[in-house]
Every structure is written in C-alpha cells, then in structure tokens.
C-alpha cells in the first residue's frame, strides 16, 4: 500500500472517529453542562443574593460534576467502539 493510500486510510478512520464519536460525546457532555447552568439561572430570584448566587453555583458544579462522572463511565465503550473502528480501518 503507497503511503498517500495509508494517508488516505487514517484520515477517513480519524473523521469517522471525530464524527461518530468523539463530537457526539462532546456534545452531550455540553449540552448536560447546559442543562445544568440553565437550572443555575432558572433557581435565580431577579436581584439574587450573594448567598442565592453561591448556592447556584454550587448547584451547577456538582450537577455539571454529575454529567462529567457520567460520561466517564461511558469511557470503556468508547474506548471499544475505537479499538473496533481501527481494528476495522486494519483490514
């Protein structure tokens, strides 16, 4: 195989990584820290507190916390479905 094929093979196995996988989980991960902000601000009276804004902080770092731990569980499945991509991309 001429090295502009192997070039060729890796970049398609590397899109389709970013696109089918690592976008996605991006993605997600964002829109859960979103999620959690929106309920931050929703939480909010229209003149808070000092100590209303501190607990709404505090509220978004651990659900944003939650939405991170979250995601790490998924990190063995992921890491499967790029073994199998390249495994796949190999033969």
């Known amino acids: 195989m001429a090295e502009a094929d192997i070039n060729q093979a890796v970049a398609k ?3 389709s990584l970013d696109k089918g996988t690592f976008r996605p989980l991006q993605n997600r991960l ?3 820290a979103m999620e959690c ?3 931050a ?3 909010l009276s229209s003149q808070p507190s000092e100590s209303q804004i501190s607990a709404a902080q505090a509220g978004m770092e651990k659900c944003v916390s939650k939405c991170v731990d979250g995601h790490i ?3 063995p499945t992921l890491k499967k479905r790029i073994e199998d991509t390249v495994s796949s991309a190999a033969h």
């Open 73 to 75: 569980k998924l990190l």
């Open 37 to 39: 902000q929106d309920r």
């Open 30 to 32: 964002q829109r859960c």
């Open 41 to 43: 601000k929703d939480s």
């Open 13 to 15: 196995m590397m899109e």
